[in-house]
């Protein structure tokens, strides 16, 4: 895909699955400069080895925010979804 292309990248539910460092600097690089990643994914309270239905961890909220700072992205406005409804921060 070339360079500098996309405003908008929507990702959901496969950050877990994926190898961050090159699909993430991927992202970054198809992404234009005011461009945006959209990512919902599912995340736990505790660590768990690996989610029965697709075979890989899932996130705690710290470990999802490492990931993502780790490899030079930022939260710009965040969703938490919760059983009894939505809160936004």
Do not use: W
């Not at 995340?43 to 710290?62: G, I, M, Q, R, S």
């Amino acid at each position: 895909m070339p360079s500098a292309t996309y405003n908008k990248i929507l990702i959901f539910d496969v950050v877990h699955e994926l190898t961050y460092k090159k699909k993430f600097a991927d992202c970054k690089r198809i992404l234009t400069p005011s461009g945006s990643i959209f990512i919902e994914e599912i995340l736990v309270h505790k660590p768990v080895k690996k989610d029965k239905a697709c075979n890989y961890p899932f996130f705690t909220e710290e470990e999802f925010k490492k990931v993502l700072s780790d490899n030079g992205l930022s939260i710009k406005r965040e969703q938490i979804s919760l059983d009894s409804g939505t809160i936004n921060t």
